[in-house]
């Protein structure tokens, strides 16, 4: 009887992580920022429904993120993250939408960049950021 | 995990955040984790147990002052010292606010005079964080902190969040406070905070006749600066705080035909303080540092017949030097410090005046086996100070501590073992205790009384990652052993309060009054943004029965009052995209005992209920809207013998509950950051 409860609270508890490989999904982002303000802008904006876990580094600009995919797709993680107003690779925010982060954070900024030590940005200055938005994931940089 | 961090837009925000002396720099540095903040955050490489209480946390209540803000702490409880004054006091391993050891950016700030009223001096708004240590701490801070360490870190200068406003209103109560960094250059960064609070209207909810908070008019004002040279650092600043409250009866300033009880206190503190601290070359840890802060308190205080006037000046100095020894897994630090403290008191009668003077030297080496903490550290802190009282005391100190902890994957384990000692200060730290007319029967002596214990303590903290959300888990057991110790009691009848000042041989540690505390506690994100916490904490503290005593029993132990044995916490805490919080909290206080005669056994148990909901503009702020005590318990009757004040029987500091019922409060704050 006893041999029983142990073993099945020991299956219960080796199920847990097989039971979430199956439908879990580690991938990273390449998202732009400037600072700690930012980080959380970002991490907060991608840590929607299903998504599990987030981590913006901000040396590295790597979004380290776990989610659910069959509760939430990239896609709809990257939408979340560009209307916060940050800019993911291949997938720039519209000028409205950058136009929220704060004064502080302008991270499209060639001077904002030179002053926290960062190169250039996703989205190029003397490009329309509509038109990179509309060209969605099918532009190369 | 979750992520409303509302530190600085900025490369320095880490060094603006470890807004400490110097001497701590690299190791406050370590602590500060940018962007995954949960509130309550347990540092993995401290090695002595400590609990980092950040803003975010300090955001989820309607804290007003530093004695307010651990409402969603299970490890402290604040109580009202009596039902008059509105004083808070917090306690911490089952013992008495004086027994903590209060710093600022870990330089001591509070003792003597301000050892209890002075958290009410440390507005809520002005605190970045709080770092809360159980059982003493480092040597370097002093010999005290018998039950452990309050460390808080004001806002810094040196940030892009330039400035910070936050207005409050509850019943009757306002409060405003404003930040505003004036000067940054790339040196020198300067930031002023002021802090009003008034309390307008008569509140008595009980109608019993005394208001239930006093009329107040509170105005802090503080100036600090900050330098950041090349290869030094350096703080200075001035406080003023002035206080000024009316409580007691509800018909005060009016005409009356039997005279009224009443209470005023007026008291006018100022306070300045100077930080420096050099990096030396030679090695990459090799610095030298300085603390100074000086204070003055003038008070001035009735209550009922009973008049209560004290000065207070205090200065305090430290000298530090740091570095490796070896390579740098082993540091050492070497010092000395002083402190002198002359306190002038009347009191009825009695004469409460002290000059006191320590000197003190120590050494401290920690090792760390591995830089992210993996393994055995140790810190091993020695010091030996010289106390002189006024006609009293006058003596050696030795006072060693050790602390280990032992990381292994998701574990780690702290014990510790130290020595500590105070003195203490009749007047100021028992005045709830003069809001009654119990004749104070000081068989010792009025003169400050030396209390010494060794703490025995240890922790376990687990910490894993269980479906890709991190879990909490921590458990801590404390013993704090005295073996001397000044004993109150209020058990003989309602005419007497007795002190008594007893020391303890090693012999009799058998029969030495003691506190245990063991807490158990965790948190976990069960869904989605929603954190929930729970605790439960069990206290045992004991005094020498001196009722027993005067019969001649000398080593009889009895349960002291207004301890709390059982306390249940359990919160929710939810965090939404787009700037909405709503907290949920509830605490549940097991029942106390009360003095033997005229009260009953003990008090009935209770439970504080509270929430609040805030939410975060884009640009205007964030807004809040809270409700405390929303089970509206009370503690009907806190002034006993109410209707007959000048009777032996008038007693209003036996508080063991809420004397307000169910509030609202609502606020607003709001940061400017640079353009």
Same mark, same amino acid.
């Not at chain 1, 925010?93 to 190169?119: F, I, N, P, W």
């Not at chain 2, 003596?395 to 020595?419: C, D, E, M, T």
């Not at chain 2, 007047?427 to 009654?436: I, L, P, T, V």
């Given at each position: 009887?006893?041999?029983?409860?142990?073993?099945?609270?020991?299956?219960?508890?080796?199920?847990?992580?097989?039971?979430?490989?199956?439908?879990?999904?580690?991938?990273?982002?390449?998202?732009?920022?400037?600072?700690?303000?930012?980080?959380?802008?970002?991490?907060? #904006? %991608?840590?929607?429904?299903?998504?599990?876990? @987030?981590?913006?580094?901000?040396? *590295?600009? !790597?979004?380290?993120? =776990?989610?659910?995919?069959?509760?939430?797709?990239?896609?709809?993680?990257? #939408? %979340?993250?560009?209307?916060?107003?940050?800019? @993911?690779?291949?997938?720039?925010? *519209?000028? !409205?939408?950058?136009? =929220?982060?704060?004064?502080?954070?302008?991270?499209?900024?060639?001077?904002?960049?030179?002053?926290?030590?960062?190169?250039?940005?996703?989205?190029?200055?003397?490009? *329309?950021? !509509?038109?990179?938005?509309?060209?969605?994931?099918?532009?190369?940089? | 995990?979750?992520?409303?961090?509302?530190?600085?837009?900025?490369?320095?925000?880490?060094?603006?955040?470890?807004?400490?002396?110097?001497?701590?720099?690299?190791?406050?540095?370590?602590?500060?984790?940018?962007?995954?903040?949960?509130?309550?955050?347990?540092?993995?490489?401290?090695?002595?147990?400590?609990?980092?209480?950040?803003?975010?946390?300090?955001?989820?209540?309607?804290?007003?002052?530093?004695?307010?803000?651990?409402?969603?702490?299970?490890?402290?409880?604040?109580?009202?010292?009596?039902?008059?004054?509105?004083?808070?006091?917090?306690?911490?391993?089952?013992?008495?606010?004086?027994?903590?050891?209060?710093?600022?950016?870990?330089?001591?700030?509070?003792?003597?005079?301000?050892?209890?009223?002075?958290?009410?001096?440390?507005?809520?708004?002005?605190?970045?964080?709080?770092?809360?240590?159980?059982?003493?701490?480092?040597?370097?801070?002093?010999?005290?902190?018998?039950?452990?360490?309050?460390?808080?870190?004001?806002?810094?200068?040196?940030?892009?969040?330039?400035?910070?406003?936050?207005?409050?209103?509850?019943?009757?109560?306002?409060?405003?406070?404003?930040?505003?960094?004036?000067?940054?250059?790339?040196?020198?960064?300067?930031?002023?905070?002021?802090?009003?609070?008034?309390?307008?209207?008569?509140?008595?909810?009980?109608?019993?006749?005394?208001?239930?908070?006093?009329?107040?008019?509170?105005?802090?004002?503080?100036?600090?600066?900050?330098?950041?040279?090349?290869?030094?650092?350096?703080?200075?600043?001035?406080?003023?705080?002035?206080?000024?409250?009316?409580?007691?009866?509800?018909?005060?300033?009016?005409?009356?035909?039997?005279?009224?009880?009443?209470?005023?206190?007026?008291?006018?503190?100022?306070?300045?303080?100077?930080?420096?601290?050099?990096?030396?070359?030679?090695?990459?840890?090799?610095?030298?540092?300085?603390?100074?802060?000086?204070?003055?308190?003038?008070?001035?205080?009735?209550?009922?017949?009973?008049?209560?006037?004290?000065?207070?000046?205090?200065?305090?100095?430290?000298?530090?030097?740091?570095?490796?020894?070896?390579?740098?897994?082993?540091?050492?630090?070497?010092?000395?410090?002083?402190?002198?403290?002359?306190?002038?008191?009347?009191?009825?009668?009695?004469?409460?005046?002290?000059?006191?003077?320590?000197?003190?030297?120590?050494?401290?080496?920690?090792?760390?086996?591995?830089?992210?903490?993996?393994?055995?550290?140790?810190?091993?802190?020695?010091?030996?100070?010289?106390?002189?009282?006024?006609?009293?005391?006058?003596?050696?100190?030795?006072?060693?501590?050790?602390?280990?902890?032992?990381?292994?994957?998701?574990?780690?384990?702290?014990?510790?073992?130290?020595?500590?000692?105070?003195?203490?200060?009749?007047?100021?730290?028992?005045?709830?205790?003069?809001?009654?007319?119990?004749?104070?029967?000081?068989?010792?002596?009025?003169?400050?009384?030396?209390?010494?214990?060794?703490?025995?303590?240890?922790?376990?903290?687990?910490?894993?990652?269980?479906?890709?959300?991190?879990?909490?888990?921590?458990?801590?057991?404390?013993?704090?052993?005295?073996?001397?110790?000044?004993?109150?009691?209020?058990?003989?009848?309602?005419?007497?309060?007795?002190?008594?000042?007893?020391?303890?041989?090693?012999?009799?540690?058998?029969?030495?009054?003691?506190?245990?505390?063991?807490?158990?506690?965790?948190?976990?994100?069960?869904?989605?943004?929603?954190?929930?916490?729970?605790?439960?904490?069990?206290?045992?503290?004991?005094?020498?029965?001196?009722?027993?005593?005067?019969?001649?029993?000398?080593?009889?132990?009895?349960?002291?009052?207004?301890?709390?044995?059982?306390?249940?916490?359990?919160?929710?805490?939810?965090?939404?995209?787009?700037?909405?919080?709503?907290?949920?909290?509830?605490?549940?206080?097991?029942?106390?005992?009360?003095?033997?005669?005229?009260?009953?056994?003990?008090?009935?148990?209770?439970?504080?209920?509270?929430?609040?909901?805030?939410?975060?503009?884009?640009?205007?702020?964030?807004?809040?809207?809270?409700?405390?005590?929303?089970?509206?318990?009370?503690?009907?009757?806190?002034?006993?013998?109410?209707?007959?004040?000048?009777?032996?029987?008038?007693?209003?500091?036996?508080?063991?509950?809420?004397?307000?019922?169910?509030?609202?409060?609502?606020?607003?704050?709001?940061?400017?950051?640079?353009?």
């Amino acid at each position: 009887m006893k041999l029983k409860t142990i073993l099945a609270a020991a299956i219960l508890f080796l199920s847990i992580p097989s039971f979430g490989q199956s439908n879990i999904t580690e991938t990273t982002l390449e998202v732009d920022g400037l600072c700690g303000m930012c980080k959380k802008r970002i991490e907060n #904006a %991608a840590y929607i429904q299903g998504v599990k876990k @987030v981590n913006w580094d901000l040396s *590295t600009h !790597e979004l380290a993120i =776990t989610y659910r995919n069959d509760k939430v797709n990239e896609q709809g993680i990257i #939408a %979340a993250i560009n209307s916060a107003g940050h800019d @993911v690779k291949d997938h720039i925010a *519209t000028d !409205e939408q950058y136009a =929220t982060v704060h004064g502080c954070c302008t991270y499209r900024d060639a001077e904002m960049r030179k002053s926290h030590g960062l190169d250039d940005a996703l989205c190029k200055p003397n490009e *329309t950021h !509509e038109e990179h938005h509309a060209h969605g994931g099918k532009d190369k940089h | 995990m979750i992520l409303a961090v509302a530190f600085g837009c900025t490369v320095n925000t880490a060094l603006g955040q470890s807004d400490s002396s110097s001497i701590q720099l690299f190791e406050t540095l370590d602590q500060v984790n940018i962007g995954s903040d949960p509130g309550i955050s347990l540092s993995k490489k401290a090695i002595i147990t400590q609990e980092l209480i950040s803003e975010v946390e300090l955001r989820k209540a309607a804290c007003c002052d530093l004695s307010e803000s651990f409402e969603t702490n299970a490890s402290i409880s604040a109580s009202f010292t009596d039902a008059v004054t509105g004083t808070r006091q917090i306690r911490l391993l089952g013992l008495e606010g004086p027994y903590a050891l209060y710093t600022k950016g870990n330089l001591t700030t509070m003792g003597g005079l301000a050892s209890v009223m002075g958290l009410g001096f440390i507005p809520g708004a002005w605190i970045q964080s709080i770092q809360l240590t159980k059982g003493p701490g480092s040597v370097v801070n002093g010999a005290g902190a018998i039950s452990g360490q309050i460390n808080y870190e004001l806002r810094p200068s040196f940030t892009e969040q330039i400035g910070h406003v936050n207005l409050f209103a509850g019943p009757g109560r306002f409060e405003q406070n404003l930040i505003y960094t004036w000067h940054q250059s790339k040196k020198w960064s300067s930031n002023i905070m002021v802090h009003g609070r008034q309390q307008l209207f008569r509140w008595d909810g009980n109608k019993d006749g005394y208001l239930d908070t006093p009329l107040s008019r509170h105005f802090f004002v503080q100036n600090a600066w900050k330098f950041n040279g090349k290869n030094s650092e350096g703080q200075l600043g001035i406080k003023f705080s002035s206080a000024d409250n009316i409580g007691g009866s509800t018909l005060y300033g009016k005409e009356t035909l039997a005279p009224i009880w009443s209470h005023e206190l007026q008291t006018d503190r100022y306070e300045l303080w100077a930080k420096r601290g050099y990096f030396l070359k030679g090695g990459i840890n090799r610095s030298i540092g300085t603390q100074f802060s000086a204070n003055y308190q003038d008070l001035d205080s009735y209550f009922g017949e009973r008049l209560f006037k004290a000065k207070e000046l205090r200065t305090y100095g430290n000298l530090i030097f740091q570095d490796n020894i070896i390579d740098t897994r082993r540091s050492i630090k070497v010092g000395a410090d002083f402190n002198l403290h002359n306190v002038e008191q009347e009191m009825w009668g009695f004469n409460g005046d002290y000059d006191a003077s320590t000197f003190g030297i120590y050494g401290e080496y920690s090792y760390v086996a591995s830089p992210d903490g993996e393994g055995l550290s140790m810190i091993l802190g020695q010091r030996l100070d010289h106390l002189n009282i006024t006609d009293n005391v006058d003596k050696f100190f030795y006072v060693p501590r050790l602390h280990i902890k032992y990381n292994s994957g998701a574990w780690s384990l702290r014990s510790q073992v130290s020595r500590s000692y105070r003195y203490t200060t009749l007047g100021a730290e028992y005045m709830g205790y003069m809001a009654n007319n119990r004749v104070f029967n000081l068989s010792s002596g009025s003169a400050p009384a030396v209390e010494s214990a060794w703490t025995l303590g240890t922790s376990g903290a687990f910490t894993k990652d269980i479906a890709f959300k991190e879990l909490q888990i921590t458990g801590d057991v404390f013993l704090t052993k005295f073996d001397r110790k000044m004993t109150l009691d209020l058990d003989q009848d309602t005419e007497t309060a007795l002190f008594y000042n007893r020391s303890w041989t090693m012999n009799e540690w058998e029969d030495q009054p003691y506190s245990l505390s063991a807490q158990f506690g965790g948190q976990y994100e069960l869904l989605h943004r929603t954190l929930f916490k729970f605790a439960y904490r069990y206290q045992k503290v004991t005094q020498l029965n001196l009722t027993a005593f005067n019969q001649g029993i000398d080593n009889e132990l009895e349960e002291v009052i207004l301890n709390v044995p059982h306390l249940l916490y359990g919160g929710i805490s939810y965090t939404g995209t787009k700037g909405l919080g709503i907290e949920l909290n509830a605490t549940y206080n097991s029942s106390q005992r009360l003095p033997n005669v005229g009260y009953d056994d003990r008090s009935p148990a209770f439970t504080m209920l509270g929430g609040q909901v805030s939410k975060e503009f884009r640009k205007r702020g964030q807004v809040y809207l809270g409700l405390q005590n929303a089970l509206n318990v009370r503690q009907l009757n806190p002034i006993l013998g109410g209707d007959l004040p000048f009777e032996d029987r008038f007693d209003a500091s036996v508080v063991w509950g809420p004397i307000m019922g169910r509030q609202v409060y609502m606020g607003w704050r709001y940061d400017l950051r640079k353009p």
